[in-house]
Nanobody, 124 residues
């Protein structure tokens, strides 16, 4: 089971830190992605950290967002979001991929587990 938390309402230019926590399995055994979905839009891959700590970002967040793993005991993955923009608004989901590969990390179908989502709202 995955649980995403840390969302909220913030003004443009502000920051939020999202956390994805797992129970029943170890996040360090696979890759973890953050997706977001804005109203009326498809779910979009935002960032991915592989089992081997390779990191990927969608172009629109590169330089503003940082994905990282907590220590193994915490069993968490965080997404630090800085310089937030109104277009970052949406429900943010974390997802787990049971494997090494980062290929097609933005495809939702490759993930075994999904968190319930946390709302991020950025006001202008």
């Amino acid at each position: 089971q995955l649980q995403a938390s840390g969302g909220g309402l913030v003004q443009a230019g502000g920051s939020l830190r999202l956390s994805c926590a797992a129970s029943g399995f170890s996040l360090s055994d696979g890759g973890v992605a953050w997706f977001r979905q804005a109203p009326g839009k498809e779910r979009e891959g935002v960032s991915y950290i592989s089992r081997d700590l390779f990191i990927y970002y969608v172009d629109s967040v590169r330089g503003r967002f940082t994905i990282s793993r907590g220590d193994k005991a915490e069993n968490t993955v965080a997404l630090q979001m800085n310089s937030l923009k109104p277009e970052d608004t949406g429900i943010y989901y974390c997802a787990y991929y049971d494997g090494y590969s980062a290929d097609r990390w933005r495809q939702t179908s490759r993930y075994s587990y999904w968190g319930q989502g946390t709302q991020v709202t950025v006001s202008s």
